[in-house]
């Protein structure tokens, strides 16, 4: 069935290049994926933000056809994931998240025998693979295991690419590479995407969550709001602070028992604090978690109001969903 309930065709989609319906999984004890639904517009740069164990390498074996549902269904491009999947394998672009190229053919070798597979040349798609390949072609001819670990990520994004899918899939793409190659990848999936290229990454690091057009936020298997992550942002619901004190671990514990806490953790050099008093004036409760810090032995203290990110977002909702 195709996503909009009629046969699976592998002829133009709707406005949807997936849709997932209640998709779930299970291996032995363990409930990977729970009632998963969401849908991924066409054209969009599309991210699931999550840390490791979360469900997500199993959601996207699942939407290339490499794993089958125990629950649910789903349609990439209008093909449905199970029993269209020799269709959609052609038009698929996927990147695992475990580098799989070969490590003993070089970098030329590697990518010709990809372009083989689908019955095509690195010279028939070099303009489609060229903004990425421009940067590994001195390279060509050094093995693929001597590569750096942001190399062989281009290289992995390269192979993915090269019969033209019409939708990409890179699962954790960035994981293990440096600051600057991860930068350096995303600005990569911004030209896919300014070319048209529906791209839907998977990725434990929050902030890359600001380079998709809309992510999905995933914990435990399910998810926990689907959206931009501006609005994702924007429904953070109580004020935040940060608070800095002499001694930040004892701190922490404290403000853990305060009575109006709601929530309190390690956010780099500061304290991220939560208040259960919504609706309370910022500068009250700033005031009296000062006060509440100084009389339990405290001292170089600061209490000061912060914008939320994505990351306090996800742990607000993962929080209230214990």
């Known amino acids: 069935m195709s996503a909009n309930g009629g046969p699976a065709t592998a002829g133009p989609y709707e406005h949807d290049a997936i849709r997932a319906e209640s998709i779930s999984k299970r291996f032995g004890p363990t409930l990977a994926l729970d ?37 649910g269904r789903a349609s990439v491009l209008g093909l449905d994931v199970v029993s269209d999947y020799r269709a959609l394998r052609q038009r698929v672009g996927y990147m695992p998240g475990r580098f799989s190229l070969y490590p003993d053919l070089s970098v030329h070798e590697n990518l010709t025998f990809f372009a083989s597979v689908f ?104 998810l926990r709001g689907v959206d931009t992550p501006e609005a994702i942002v924007r429904a953070f619901e109580r004020p935040l602070f940060g608070v800095r004190a002499n001694d930040r671990y004892r701190a922490l514990l404290a403000l853990r ?44 203290i600061s209490v000061e109001p912060l914008t939320p990110t994505v990351e306090d977002s996800f742990i607000a909702r993962t929080e209230d969903a214990a």
């Open 257 to 300: 028992k305060y009575e109006h806490a709601h929530s309190a953790y390690p956010f780099g050099d500061v304290i991220h604090y939560t208040d259960d008093r919504i609706g309370a004036p910022v500068d009250a409760i700033a005031g009296d978690v000062s006060t509440f810090l100084s009389a339990s032995g405290f001292s170089d």
């Open 119 to 222: 019955g095509t040349t690195i010279e028939r798609e070099y303009e489609q693979i060229k903004p990425i390949y421009s940067q590994l072609e001195s390279f060509k001819d050094r093995r693929a295991a001597a590569l750096s670990g942001g190399m062989k990520q281009k290289l992995a994004l390269c192979c993915a690419l090269v019969h033209r899918p019409d939708i990409l899939l890179l699962d954790e793409p960035t994981t293990g590479v440096d600051a600057v190659s991860r930068r350096e990848f995303w600005d990569l999936l911004g030209r896919l995407k300014h070319g048209g290229l529906t791209t839907v990454v998977s990725t434990p690091y929050m902030d890359e969550a600001t380079r998709c057009d809309r992510i999905a936020l995933v914990h435990r298997g399910r």
């Open 35 to 71: 009632n998963v639904s969401f849908a991924v517009e066409k054209g969009e740069l599309f991210g699931f933000i999550g840390p490791d164990g979360a469900g997500k390498t199993t959601l996207f074996r699942i939407l290339v056809s490499l794993l089958v549902p125990d629950a």
